[in-house]
């Protein structure tokens, strides 16, 4: 992944707590960080997948240790398991004091926390979104964002608006509906999409990543095309 990252001449990696630096395993969170280093490339955050609100997911400690070892800024996060249609009072209480709790931890060691903009979780509408960070309001806690699936071009300036004042990176991906679910397509098939989104978000006050996800059929070829297409991107939208 380091290789394909520096051969493609993008700056930085999101590190995944599923794949690639494990929960509590700081020993690989450090060899990952070496690599990372020693190729010149930053670690921007950490993918932990921590489910906000559900202890199950594991305790936040050993997450927030994986992220220190990685040298990690960020820590991104899933606001639950709901969608926001499905969340009653309590449930959004639970997400938001665990998400106080997770935040208070990671700022006394320097760090931030991002949820993740997502279906069926409380991010999943940009109405969600705003009113889950509103609700935690702690300074280090932000967003990402994604255009959701069927969302069209105005609506996902929407979304991005909502969510600007807390807008830590984008994830940047191509895909479509189709019968049997969702199709990953070249990120060129959607350019100038990207081209107005990433317009939109380079105007913001701040730098931030704009970090590639979901590359068709998980090709490295693919992903080589998809880099050069984001920097030609991130070159236009600024």
Avoid: M
């Avoid at 993008?10 to 280093?37: K, S, Y």
């Avoid at 670690?43 to 906000?52: A, I, Q």
């Avoid at 709790?101 to 903009?117: K, L």
């Avoid at 071009?153 to 600007?164: F, H, M, P, S, T």
């Amino acid at each position: 992944i380091v290789d394909l990252v520096a051969r493609a001449g993008l700056q930085g990696i999101e590190w995944g707590g599923d794949v690639h630096a494990p929960h509590g395993d700081v020993a690989q969170a450090r060899r990952v960080r070496q690599l990372t280093v020693d190729a010149g490339l930053e670690v921007v955050t950490y993918g932990s997948y921590y489910r906000v609100g559900h202890s199950e997911t594991g305790p936040f400690g050993a997450v927030l240790e994986s992220a220190l070892a990685l040298g990690a800024p960020t820590i991104r996060v899933w606001a639950g398991r709901r969608g926001s249609r499905d969340a009653d009072d309590a449930y959004w209480a639970q997400v938001v004091e665990d998400a106080q709790s997770i935040a208070d931890q990671a700022r006394r060691a320097g760090v931030q926390i991002a949820f993740e903009y997502h279906g069926n979780t409380l991010t999943d509408t940009r109405e969600s979104a705003r009113r889950l960070l509103l609700a935690v309001d702690r300074p280090n806690v932000g967003s990402f964002w994604q255009p959701p699936l069927d969302a069209s071009r105005a609506e996902n300036l929407l979304g991005i608006d909502a969510v600007a004042p807390w807008l830590r990176h984008v994830h940047v991906f191509s895909w479509r509906r189709t019968p049997g679910g969702r199709e990953r397509l070249p990120l060129a098939a959607l350019e100038e999409d990207w081209r107005v989104y990433l317009g939109r978000v380079r105007a913001l006050p701040s730098d931030r990543y704009a970090l590639l996800e979901f590359v068709r059929n998980d090709d490295p070829e693919q992903f080589l095309a998809d880099a050069t297409c984001l920097a030609r991107l991130v070159k236009v939208s600024g």
